[in-house]
């Protein structure tokens, strides 16, 4: 079954290779000098920031376990690092709109780089804080380089649709090639050099400094609300002001939460599914191909957004109802299909279908990523990004620590039912995202204007 792997990842390279060699004027936008400069200033540190994250990934679990922690010691590991994003992330991230973005983003690389440092210690309180450490930063990673983009695009006076072109070219490398690189980088130097499974965490830590480095010489500061007048608290309340009275902001914290929700879950429930019987499936290439898959999807979000015809609101409900579909499908290979009971062996026939699935799944995850930073970029006011941002997040950190702690208790079935149902409701609060989107587009100007200065005010306490 090894030759089922590579045409999987052979048809994948080539799809990907063929769009983005294929794209003509009607999927490139054109751009300027000085914003190419800018793209790929931000690209350079946004690759290196996340191959820091990637590079732990595949090593983490292994770590703790060589260390003689058991599965359960591990899983409150992974609920602390959880639990703190949703706390403590939450609260740093949110500094970033008063005290600056750029600062959040070096503190997410200094507070990266300490996580990776307690990982040479075996003492499990060292380890802990290490996790708490790691939450902290994945919030920043995932609120604060994105805040910094999108103000820092629109105060040089660069286009709007230019901004979905830097959004799926990030996500084409940050979280496609950079993630496939690091993942076979740590796989080479913790096993082929023999250095162990600390060793992926210090190349993580380097790629971080380095990543810091450049931040420190080349990015300007920029501020959500500077005001000194507003404390941490009152930027949440604003915050909680804003979701409640737009119910745009509303709409799309609901379905980046259950879409996110949705593919940690699967991050946790794909390796069971596909090895049920304790099949011998290579973890890491699986991995590699679900990474080019994702590719594929930013490959296509780049082209879907060069439209300015198609609205993001449009084809994201057609993306949710695909991604349910594919998540259904551990439910139905066990009607369809006769299970084995083999013990060990390769990947069975309905693992095969399942894997081809999941491929799918990767391909909408590759698409949602750009597409929902697009459609934050228009809908979250500039004053409190970073804050609502992490905001989204809360309800996402309760549900991955819920799902941890619960992994045993329900079959595996019923957790992609679950899955899919969450992915079905997205695509109907999408639905409705895009009606209320048309319908304040189609109001007169002068209602709109006093519309938005009413729901702004809040946010001006």
């Known amino acids: 079954m090894e030759v089922f792997y590579y045409l999987v990842f052979g048809v994948l390279s080539v799809v990907v290779a063929v769009l983005e060699l294929s794209k003509t ?32 990934g595949p090593y983490v679990y292994f770590l703790y376990s060589q260390y003689g922690f058991s599965k359960g010691e591990i899983g409150r590991l992974f609920i602390a690092g959880f639990g703190s994003s949703m706390l403590f992330g939450t609260v740093v991230g949110s500094l970033a709109d008063k005290q600056g973005r750029k600062r959040a983003c070096i503190t997410y690389c200094i507070t990266y780089i300490l996580s990776c440092i307690t990982k040479h210690s075996p003492q499990y309180k060292v380890l802990m804080l290490g996790r708490i450490l790691g939450g902290i930063a994945t919030s920043l990673l995932f609120s604060a380089f994105e ?210 699935g999941f491929c799918i799944f990767e391909s909408c995850v590759g698409i949602f990523w750009p597409s929902i930073m697009k459609m934050r970029s228009q809908y979250i006011p500039e004053e409190a990004r970073s804050t609502i941002m992490n905001f989204f997040r809360i309800p996402l950190n ?32 999408q639905r409705r995202l895009m009606i209320v989107a048309e319908s304040h587009k189609s109001k007169p100007q002068d209602t709109w204007a006093k519309e938005r200065d009413v729901e702004e005010e809040p946010l001006n306490i």
């Open 25 to 56: 004027s009607k999927d490139r936008i054109t751009t300027s000098s000085a914003f190419n400069s800018f793209k790929n200033n931000y690209l350079v540190v946004y690759s290196l920031m996340m191959a820091g994250d990637w590079l732990q």
């Open 398 to 429: 309760i549900f991955v620590c819920i799902v941890l702690y619960n992994v045993n208790a329900f079959p595996i079935t019923v957790m992609f039912g679950m899955c899919s149902i969450f992915l079905f409701m997205a695509s109907v609060l």
């Open 147 to 356: 805040s910094w983009l999108v103000a820092e695009h629109f105060k040089r006076g660069f286009e709007a649709q230019w901004l979905s072109f830097t959004f799926s070219k990030a996500i084409f490398l940050g979280n496609g090639l950079v993630a496939i690189v690091s993942g076979l980088f740590a796989n080479f130097i913790a096993d082929n050099l023999g250095f162990g499974p600390v060793a992926p965490f210090d190349a993580a830590a380097c790629f971080l400094a380095i990543g810091m480095a450049i931040i420190l010489s080349s990015w300007t500061e920029n501020y959500g609300d500077p005001s000194e007048s507003k404390d941490l608290l009152t930027q949440f309340k604003g915050a909680a002001v804003a979701i409640a009275s737009d119910e745009k902001i509303a709409l799309l914290g609901a379905i980046q939460s259950l879409f996110e929700g949705s593919m940690y879950t699967f991050v946790f429930l794909w390796t069971p599914a596909l090895s049920p019987n304790d099949e011998d499936i290579p973890h890491g290439f699986i991995f590699a191909t679900f990474m080019l898959a994702s590719m594929l999807g930013s490959s296509i979000a780049s082209r879907l957004m060069a439209r300015a015809s198609l609205k993001v609101e449009s084809y994201m409900q057609i993306v949710f109802i695909i991604s349910a579909f594919t998540l259904l499908l551990p439910i139905l290979t066990t009607f369809l299909v006769v299970p084995s009971n083999i013990k060990g062996g390769s990947i069975s026939f309905s693992g095969s279908i399942q894997l081809f």
